[in-house]
């Protein structure tokens, strides 16, 4: 690479972000092209009129255990300590996720729950297993357990993610959420977690901000990009050029090699006249409603604007690049009450 040459980065979420910033601090020329009307990628932020700080395509917890990723994002935001806690609506019911040994306690009678829980830690021997581990125990009570928890919940929530039956699902995304063998019933276990202290935004803001890094919004960069197949080259506008490009692969080859199947979000937001909707942050429904997921900001972390808190009800719908701005990818898997197209806009 021609030392002077200018990068081209394509996306401004923390992939595209932080490697604006640290070829930037090498004393390259860099160019951000954000297709959005903001930069920030999935983790962007705003404050709603209600003074509360949503997160628009979802929320987000920042967490790791590498002690150079925290100091490196330590230069850029103050992190609010917090720690993550959600539940499931099982049987009207709302639950630990992941499930831990409180579950337990809800669902069965005291002598049935010791005895599932003993049989657990000594089978196990650790302090997790997956659902699909547990299916396949010999261990009667511990098998019983995990269909219970696979009927409930596994099998029809991810199942309402993918748009699919649960029998078309690999496998392995039922793995995603372990069930844990304790009574701690926080989502995240890393040495570092919490949110920006002035929000995601922010602290991209902040990333971007170097005299050599400039950035296009509302700029969708695969109108300038064709690739050069014999020699296996990106141009931009026709030009050679160094492209560092973060957003869908399948979008970039024009589908050449066929699509992705992403899946993607669909927000409704409500605000209530109650200082608390749900027990904490993210509650999750399996199986009594059309939506996902409900989020409730207040809770991300704690935002007290008085008797009166928001939430999103989140829906998982087919991904479709060309709604406006684009959609909110996912390879997995505020208004008042009116309905906000956010995945695939915004
Ligand atoms: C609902 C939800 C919750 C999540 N929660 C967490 C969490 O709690 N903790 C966590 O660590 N991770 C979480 N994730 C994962 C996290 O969002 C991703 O790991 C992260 O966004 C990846 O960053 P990225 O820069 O690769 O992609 P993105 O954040 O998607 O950024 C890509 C950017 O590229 C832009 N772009 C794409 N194509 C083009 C184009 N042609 N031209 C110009 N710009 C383009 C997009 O507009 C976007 O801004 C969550 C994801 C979702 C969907």
Request: aromatic fraction near 14%.
């Given at each position: 690479m021609d030392k002077l040459e200018e990068i081209i980065i394509v996306g401004s979420g923390f992939a595209g972000s932080i490697m604006a910033r640290l070829f930037a601090e090498q004393g390259r020329r860099i160019q951000v092209i954000e297709k959005r009307e903001q930069i920030a990628g999935n983790m962007c932020d705003y404050i709603d009129e209600n003074g509360i700080r949503i997160q628009k395509y979802g929320p987000h917890i920042f967490h790791t255990s590498i002690e150079s990723v925290y100091q490196f994002l330590s230069q850029y935001?103050?992190?609010?300590?917090?720690?993550?806690?959600?539940?499931?609506?099982?049987?009207?019911?709302?639950?630990?996720?992941?499930?831990?040994?409180?579950?337990?306690?809800?669902?069965?009678?005291?002598?049935?729950?010791?005895?599932?829980?003993?049989?657990?830690?000594?089978?196990?021997?650790?302090?997790?297993?997956?659902?699909?581990?547990?299916?396949?125990?010999?261990?009667?009570?511990?098998?019983?357990?995990?269909?219970?928890?696979?009927?409930?919940?596994?099998?029809?929530?991810?199942?309402?993610?993918?748009?699919?039956?649960?029998?078309?699902?690999?496998?392995?995304?039922?793995?995603?959420?372990?069930?844990?063998?304790?009574?701690?019933?926080?989502?995240?276990?890393?040495?570092?977690?919490?949110?920006?202290?002035?929000?995601?935004?922010?602290?991209?803001?902040?990333?971007?901000?170097?005299?050599?890094?400039?950035?296009?919004?509302?700029?969708?960069?695969?109108?300038?990009?064709?690739?050069?197949?014999?020699?296996?080259?990106?141009?931009?506008?026709?030009?050679?050029?160094?492209?560092?490009?973060?957003?869908?692969?399948?979008?970039?080859?024009?589908?050449?090699?066929?699509?992705?199947?992403?899946?993607s979000l669909y927000f409704e937001y409500e605000t209530h006249k109650v200082k608390d909707y749900q027990n904490v942050a993210i509650v999750a429904h399996p199986t009594d409603a059309q939506y996902t997921r409900i989020t409730e900001y207040t809770k991300l972390p704690f935002q007290d604007v008085g008797n009166k808190t928001v939430i999103a009800k989140e829906y998982s719908i087919l991904y479709d690049k060309n709604s406006i701005g684009g959609g909110v990818r996912t390879i997995l898997p505020g208004t008042n009450g009116v309905k906000h197209r956010c995945l695939s806009q915004v």
């Open positions: 935001t103050e992190l609010e300590p917090y720690q993550l806690k959600c539940e499931v609506l099982i049987e009207g019911i709302s639950t630990p996720s992941p499930f831990n040994f409180r579950t337990i306690d809800q669902f069965y009678n005291p002598k049935e729950a010791e005895e599932l829980k003993n049989a657990l830690v000594s089978y196990y021997k650790k302090e997790s297993a997956t659902v699909l581990e547990m299916l396949n125990c010999e261990v009667d009570c511990i098998r019983e357990y995990a269909k219970f928890l696979f009927e409930k919940d596994y099998g029809p929530y991810t199942a309402k993610q993918w748009g699919k039956t649960y029998k078309e699902i690999d496998p392995s995304i039922l793995s995603r959420v372990p069930v844990v063998f304790h009574y701690k019933d926080t989502y995240f276990y890393d040495k570092y977690e919490g949110i920006p202290r002035d929000g995601f935004q922010a602290m991209f803001e902040s990333i971007l901000d170097h005299p050599n890094i400039t950035v296009s919004l509302n700029e969708d960069a695969l109108e300038h990009i064709t690739i050069d197949e014999e020699k296996s080259s990106l141009l931009y506008d026709g030009v050679q050029k160094t492209i560092i490009y973060t957003g869908a692969i399948d979008e970039l080859f024009d589908y050449k090699f066929g699509k992705l199947p992403y899946r």
